[in-house]
């Protein structure tokens, strides 16, 4: 069964500086998405993605963010200068456009980030 | 606001007895329902979805939810519990974007 992966699993940064967390949807998928969920908190929305522009970020997805899909099959969260709240797991998903939200995003296994 | 509250943090049955996961919701217009569960170094995996017709919905490994539209809610169930579904159980609301909003999720401990 396909499925999204996520490298890597666990990244360790310092404050202040740029990680990037990659993620392959699945193939055939048009629609991406990153999630995060801080320790003991809701997983929450961060921002999706379709034909190669961002169709709606959360209020969370600031100026320090980016994503960009440089090819054919990875998407990649960037944080341009890491904080320590920036600390939680990241989850990729993606889905087919088909029908919107009535189409399964399939979820990653997500990237454990920690900001020292 | 759009909102998902899963008032039960964490939750312990013994095999084989019966399940039930709260799951309750704040949304304006029609809600789009999920709920997703999710093991030890494993994605979100989607358990089951409503999105019309049928309060009653079944879905992958046993588990079945009903839509209850008058209390909110949208509580999984499942007859009998395995040891293998010990995992964490988010439920989760869509709508007229493609944007997920999550509980704070349900961790389900199973007792041999």
């Known amino acids: 069964e396909p499925e999204v992966t996520q490298t890597p699993s666990h990244q360790v940064t310092q404050m202040g500086q740029e990680v990037i967390l990659r993620c392959v949807p699945i193939?055939?998928?048009?629609?991406f998405y990153w999630y995060r969920q801080i320790l003991g908190q809701k997983v929450e929305f961060l921002v999706s993605?379709?034909?190669?522009?961002?169709?709606?970020k959360s209020e969370i997805f600031d100026d320090q963010f980016s994503v960009e899909r440089p090819d054919g099959s990875n998407f990649t969260l960037k944080i341009r200068s890491t904080k320590l709240e920036d600390s939680a797991m990241y989850f990729c998903a993606s889905s087919d456009i088909t029908s919107g939200i009535k189409e399964t995003q399939y979820f990653g296994p997500g990237t454990r980030l920690l900001v020292l | 606001a759009q909102s998902v509250t899963q008032p039960d943090i964490h939750i312990t049955v013994s095999e084989g007895a019966s399940l039930e996961l709260r799951c309750n919701y704040s949304y304006g217009a029609t809600p789009y329902l999920f709920w997703y569960v999710q093991s030890p170094g494993q994605g979100l995996q989607l358990l089951l979805k409503y999105f019309s017709g049928d309060t009653l919905v079944q879905g992958i490994k046993g588990f079945e939810a009903e839509f209850k539209r008058s209390q909110s809610s949208f509580n999984l169930r499942k007859p009998s519990v395995h040891w293998s579904d010990a995992a964490e159980y988010f439920c989760?609301?869509?709508?007229?974007?493609?944007?997920?909003?999550f509980g704070t999720g349900t961790l389900l401990a199973v007792q041999p």
């Open positions: 193939s055939n998928h048009l629609y």
């Open positions: 993605f379709y034909n190669n522009e961002i169709s709606e």
């Open positions: 989760a609301v869509g709508g007229a974007t493609n944007k997920l909003i």
